[in-house]
């Protein structure tokens, strides 16, 4: 049994535990999606660069197949897993495979007064957007810096440093910077629309 992991490149960042809805119509994804379907097995996406592709990336769970089309592309919905460094790529099938090495996070949890920050920074700017901010109590614990980045439209480049940090703790601090620096161009464009006659939105 080989232990190769299927692998889609994508220009987007999977994370931990965040949905991510896929229509896959290539011939080569077609089988590959189809096979990881029968054997009830993951596959892996790693962003795509021009370059090639990035190191690390996410285990991608086949959640539903939401539509199925008459020539065999496929409307999936899949979520994220577990993340993984990218050891050597195998060009023998149709789509990429690489043997990975998954990668697991330093013991400790960030401390609540900084899981408490990022949570209203998180807030401010869903509210800044007209949306709604998700209870602390429906997201899984060792998940919440994910899932605050995976809930929002950040910078890819921002998305794949987190991918790759061991630490929840040091994944949260980074949030917290990155939000503080976002927060202040959110607010005055937020401001001048509102100024303008808009309804507030973002």
Same mark, same amino acid.
């Given at each position: 049994m080989s232990t190769l992991l299927p692998i889609f490149p994508l220009d987007v960042v999977l994370l931990p535990g965040v949905p991510l809805p896929l229509h896959i119509f290539e011939p080569r994804y077609k089988e590959m999606v189809t096979e990881c379907l029968d054997q009830k097995k993951p596959f892996g996406v790693v962003r795509s660069k021009e370059e090639g592709i990035a190191e690390i990336g996410c285990t991608a769970e086949i959640m539903a197949v939401t539509k199925k089309h008459s020539d065999g592309r496929m409307d999936i919905v899949t979520e994220g897993r577990e993340r993984f460094e990218v050891m050597q790529?195998?060009?023998?099938? /149709? @789509?990429?495979? !690489?043997?990975? $090495?998954? +990668?697991?996070d330093e013991l400790g949890s960030a401390a609540a007064e900084k899981i408490s920050q990022a949570l209203k920074l998180h807030?401010?700017?869903?509210?800044?957007?007209?949306?709604?901010p998700?209870?602390?109590s429906e997201i899984e614990g060792s998940k919440i /810096? @994910?899932?605050? !980045?995976?809930? $929002?439209? +950040?910078?890819?480049?921002?998305k794949q440093t987190l991918l790759g940090m061991k630490s929840e703790t040091e994944r949260v601090e980074a949030i917290i910077s990155y939000f503080e620096t976002i927060l202040p161009n959110l607010r005055r464009t937020v401001s001048v629309?509102?100024? /303008?006659?808009?309804?507030?939105?973002v």
């Open positions: 790529l195998n060009h023998e099938r /149709s @789509f990429l495979r !690489a043997e990975v $090495l998954y +990668l697991q807030g401010e700017i869903l509210s800044l957007a007209g949306a709604e998700v209870a602390l /810096s @994910f899932h605050l !980045a995976g809930s $929002l439209p +950040l910078d890819p480049d921002f629309r509102r100024k /303008s006659g808009g309804n507030g939105h």
